[in-house]
């Protein structure tokens, strides 16, 4: 049988953003349906140790974490439902959804919530290691690394504000980049030029990721010079892919307004799309902060504004 459902409230994506948006709107009595893909809980369940989400003096795991907010989504009235939305449309109302099983999901209002991807090198060795010495988040990963001799892969911002970040904890860093200028901006070069904890590999792809099985860490990494192909081993004990990230926005082009980057525009200070009543938030329009507490404030101010449209287009249908 073919799922047919509607709500108040819809919403694409269920990590911090979409997850917190479902508890406000669910609190709110608006009965949210959320849709979600195969692998709930977004790129926190790729994620282990968390140390900097307000409310664990603990460390706990990006999994359990994620399990608990969805846990607390149902609690309050979710209806998550598991499926890949293939088609939307936009231009009638309620905005309307077409999933992959052929379920059919329609919603007064739209949240997107469908995040953002880390770039990755692509290797089998790095994904072998992510979590246990390979990340994509210096931010998230950096404290663990106090003393310890860690490398950074890429030439754009994001690798260098890493490399600065991880001079905090970490004894050395190695900035490693496949050419012999970064595409950072000139400020944040300088900064890491003077830093005397930072060296610069430059002309250099890494090639694959070495470390030991029992305890799983890392131990280094292999270079190749881009000019003539020497090998060569670099001994680090984590690695940080900084190559850039992807939004998980391909659904929606040509129906939102996006960046040239992809990432869904939305008026400053607000989740507000291009089109009344979709929102959008979390590291799907977010290519700054990119952090689950900072996903899931955007979150919560989608439900928000969601309400506050829904309330003032019930009130505007009423008076038609
Ligand atoms: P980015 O600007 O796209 O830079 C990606 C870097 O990774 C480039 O240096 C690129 O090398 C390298 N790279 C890509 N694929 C690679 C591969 N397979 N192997 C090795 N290296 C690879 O990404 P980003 O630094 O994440 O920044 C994304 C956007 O967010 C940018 O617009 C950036 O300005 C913005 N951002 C802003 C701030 C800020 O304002 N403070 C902070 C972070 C990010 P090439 O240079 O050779 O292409």
């Given at each position: 049988?073919?799922?047919?459902?509607?709500?108040?409230?819809?919403?694409?994506?269920?990590?911090?953003?979409?997850?917190?948006?479902?508890?406000?709107?669910?609190?709110?009595?608006?009965?949210?349906?959320?849709?979600?893909?195969?692998?709930?809980?977004?790129?926190?369940?790729?994620t282990t140790d968390?140390?900097?989400?307000?409310?664990?003096?603990?460390?706990?795991?990006?999994?359990?974490?994620?399990?608990?907010?969805?846990?607390?989504?149902?609690?309050?009235?979710?209806?998550?439902?598991?499926d890949?939305?293939?088609?939307?449309?936009?231009?009638?109302?309620?905005?309307?959804?077409?999933?992959?099983?052929?379920?059919?999901?329609?919603?007064?209002?739209?949240?997107?919530?469908?995040?953002?991807?880390?770039r990755?090198?692509?290797?089998?060795?790095?994904k072998?290691?992510?979590?246990?010495?390979?990340?994509?988040?210096?931010?998230?990963?950096?404290?663990?690394?106090?003393?310890?001799?860690?490398?950074?892969?890429?030439?754009?911002?994001?690798?260098?504000?890493?490399?600065?970040?991880?001079?905090?904890?970490?004894?050395?860093?190695?900035l490693?980049?496949?050419?012999?200028?970064?595409?950072?901006?000139?400020?944040?070069?300088?900064?890491?030029?003077?830093?005397?904890?930072?060296?610069?590999?430059?002309?250099?792809?890494v090639?694959?990721?070495?470390?030991?099985?029992?305890?799983?860490?890392?131990?280094?990494?292999?270079?190749?010079?881009?000019?003539?192909?020497?090998?060569?081993e670099?001994?680090?004990?984590?690695?940080?892919?900084?190559?850039?990230h992807?939004p998980?926005?391909?659904?929606?082009?040509?129906?939102?307004?996006?960046?040239?980057?992809?990432?869904?525009?939305?008026?400053?200070?607000?989740?507000?799309?291009?089109i009344?009543?979709?929102?959008?938030?979390?590291?799907?329009?977010?290519?700054?902060?990119?952090?689950?507490?900072?996903?899931?404030?955007?979150?919560?101010?989608?439900?928000?504004?969601?309400?506050?449209?829904?309330?003032?287009?019930?009130?505007?249908?009423?008076?038609?």
């Amino acid at each position: 049988m073919v799922t047919s459902k509607y709500s108040k409230v819809l919403i694409l994506g269920s990590g911090p953003a979409g997850l917190t948006a479902a508890i406000y709107a669910a609190r709110a009595n608006l009965k949210p349906i959320l849709v979600h893909g195969m692998q709930p809980g977004g790129q926190m369940t790729i994620t282990t140790d968390v140390e900097n989400y307000p409310g664990f003096a603990e460390v706990v795991q990006g999994p359990w974490l994620m399990e608990q907010m969805q846990k607390q989504a149902i609690s309050v009235g979710t209806d998550m439902i598991t499926d890949i939305i293939t088609e939307v449309d936009f231009s009638r109302r309620p905005f309307h959804c077409v999933g992959d099983s052929g379920g059919h999901y329609s919603g007064e209002s739209l949240i997107i919530s469908t995040g953002a991807e880390a770039r990755w090198l692509g290797l089998d060795s790095e994904k072998q290691f992510q979590g246990f010495g390979v990340s994509a988040c210096a931010t998230c990963d950096g404290f663990f690394f106090r003393e310890k001799n860690v490398a950074v892969v890429g030439g754009g911002n994001t690798a260098v504000e890493e490399a600065l970040f991880l001079t905090n904890f970490a004894s050395k860093v190695w900035l490693i980049h496949r050419r012999d200028e970064l595409r950072a901006e000139k400020i944040l070069q300088e900064r890491m030029f003077a830093n005397d904890r930072v060296e610069i590999i430059w002309d250099h792809r890494v090639e694959e990721v070495l470390g030991s099985d029992n305890p799983r860490v890392v131990t280094g990494v292999q270079l190749r010079n881009v000019h003539d192909d020497t090998k060569s081993e670099l001994p680090i004990d984590g690695l940080f892919v900084a190559i850039g990230h992807t939004p998980n926005t391909a659904l929606f082009e040509g129906h939102l307004d996006m960046d040239q980057e992809g990432y869904i525009g939305t008026v400053p200070g607000s989740t507000e799309t291009n089109i009344l009543g979709v929102f959008a938030a979390g590291d799907v329009q977010d290519k700054v902060y990119r952090q689950a507490v900072t996903a899931a404030g955007s979150g919560c101010m989608a439900a928000l504004e969601a309400e506050k449209y829904l309330t003032s287009y019930a009130t505007a249908q009423a008076a038609e």
